[in-house]
């Protein structure tokens, strides 16, 4: 299944598609492996049971889907989505790896129209996308659409700590260490991205909105990592 991706988004998937090869290795290093501890909190508050019907949104290189894919056991599924064909690629290569081989589909598409019907997912997650989505509500709203009556969804992405010191330490961060190594993978101008797209970002209380604009009964973000980070954790209503 191929994406169908709206002229605004392509800027966007052309650049995921870029940084694919080191997307991995510089998240590591970057985050100095810390990224494997905020997805394992995201996973663990989109509360996966065994037997459930999962989906991972902007799922990258499949962290995240994998994450899910133990928890809901070989009588589960995941189903890991990302516009990016070359992200697909690396996260087929990730699952391969895997013993035993994790029940995760990978589907690209793009996430503001979604190719699954209603009611279809027991629980969800979505690392480091929503930032990144053209259309934040729509994007919302397909989620809860595709969840089903008492579902819960965790999304995890990068935000502005209300703290000025923290602030500081992460434009620092981002424009002396961030950018300078993807320049040593010549990838300068898609990591430079990170910054105004964070000032871009709607905050963690204007998320909590939206998500009940859309439909979500609950909707609560919790700042991680000094409010460098933020995790939104959603539950559609029952009925």
């Known amino acids: 299944m191929t ?10 998937q052309a650049l995921f598609n870029r940084i694919a090869p080191v997307y991995d290795r510089l998240n590591q290093e970057l985050s100095w492996g810390l990224h494997r ?8 508050w989109a509360e996966p049971q065994p037997g459930d019907r999962g989906l991972d949104l902007c799922c990258g290189s499949g962290d995240l889907a994998l994450l899910l894919a133990r928890r809901v056991g ?3 599924k995941v189903i890991g989505v990302d516009f990016s064909a070359q992200q697909l690629a690396i996260a087929r290569q990730n699952a391969a790896r895997c013993f035993p081989t994790p029940p995760v589909e ?5 996430v503001l129209s979604l190719p699954f019907d209603s009611n279809s997912f027991d629980c969800a997650t979505m690392g480091y996308g929503l930032r990144n989505v053209v259309d934040i509500p729509r994007c919302l709203s397909e989620l809860h659409r595709v969840l089903n009556p008492g579902a819960r969804a965790a999304i995890l992405d990068f935000h502005h700590p209300e703290n000025p010191v923290l602030q500081t330490f992460q434009q620092w961060y981002l424009d002396s260490v961030v950018v300078p190594t993807a320049q040593r993978y010549q990838l ?15 905050k963690g209380s204007e998320q909590e909105k939206l998500a009940r604009t859309v439909g979500f009964a609950r909707a609560t973000h ?18």
């Open 37 to 44: 501890i905020w997805k394992q909190m995201a996973a663990n």
């Open 106 to 110: 990978w589907v690209e598409s793009d």
């Open 3 to 12: 994406a169908n991706v709206s002229p605004q988004s392509e800027d966007i």
């Open 222 to 239: 919790y700042p991680i990592a000094g409010g460098m980070m933020g995790v939104l954790v959603l539950e559609k209503s029952e009925n």
């Open 74 to 76: 070989k009588t589960g």
């Open 188 to 202: 300068r101008e898609e990591y430079a991205y990170i910054a105004p797209s964070l000032d871009r970002f709607v």
